[in-house]
């Protein structure tokens, strides 16, 4: 398929954790002669949570915009689509993974959030979540990010240093590419 004729669309459905759910959906993609290039599924609660971005050309596209919401309601799910190109990656110097862990405390990840927006930190990829560990409520969070060239990684990493003592989390930093 051409690059012009290329077409990309992000598709999000949301309901009741049910089995069959996740290969409706994707048959309908594959029925209307969509690429799923990527993909995410989270169980939050008792709910699905199902990410697609398609790739077709225009018709292919199409009919999914139109057979979607059908789909949808057949299956009890909320579903939203929008159009979408492909991402331009800007100049970062470097991707790494934070993974922290400690006592579950509001505003934590908020707080870390914050920090990476003031360094203009892409992130990439969030997954958190939280754990009973000897009576207390340990919450565990793994990010993924692009680091802007223009960053001094290791000044950074200092200052991220005490933004962790003062949120009382341990953490590690790994470069993965």
């Known amino acids: 398929m051409g690059e012009l ?5 992000v ?5 009741e954790d049910q089995a069959g759910v996740v ?3 994707t048959q309908l993609v594959s029925d209307c002669h969509c690429n799923i290039t990527d993909s995410r599924i989270a169980i939050l609660g008792n709910e699905l949570t199902f990410i697609m971005l398609l790739c077709g050309d ?6 999914v915009e139109h057979l979607l ?3 949808g309601m057949e299956l009890g799910l909320l579903t939203m689509m929008k159009r979408t190109s492909s991402h331009t990656e800007e100049q970062f110097s470097g991707g790494y993974t934070l993974e922290y862990l400690g006592i579950d405390t509001p505003g934590t ?15 990439c990829s969030l997954k958190s979540d939280t754990y009973a560990q000897d009576g207390d409520i340990q919450m565990r969070c793994e990010l993924e990010f692009n680091v802007p060239q223009e960053l001094d990684i290791d000044a950074f990493k200092v200052a991220f240093e005490a933004l962790s003592q003062r949120l009382n989390i341990d953490y590690t930093f790994k470069r993965i590419r």
């Open 11 to 15: 598709i999000t459905a949301i309901g």
């Open 23 to 25: 290969s409706a959906l």
């Open 58 to 63: 225009m018709a292919a596209i199409s009919r």
């Open 109 to 123: 990840l908020s707080k870390i959030t914050g920090y990476f927006a003031e360094h203009n930190i892409s992130i």
């Open 5 to 9: 004729a290329k077409q990309q669309l």
């Open 69 to 71: 919401p059908n789909k």
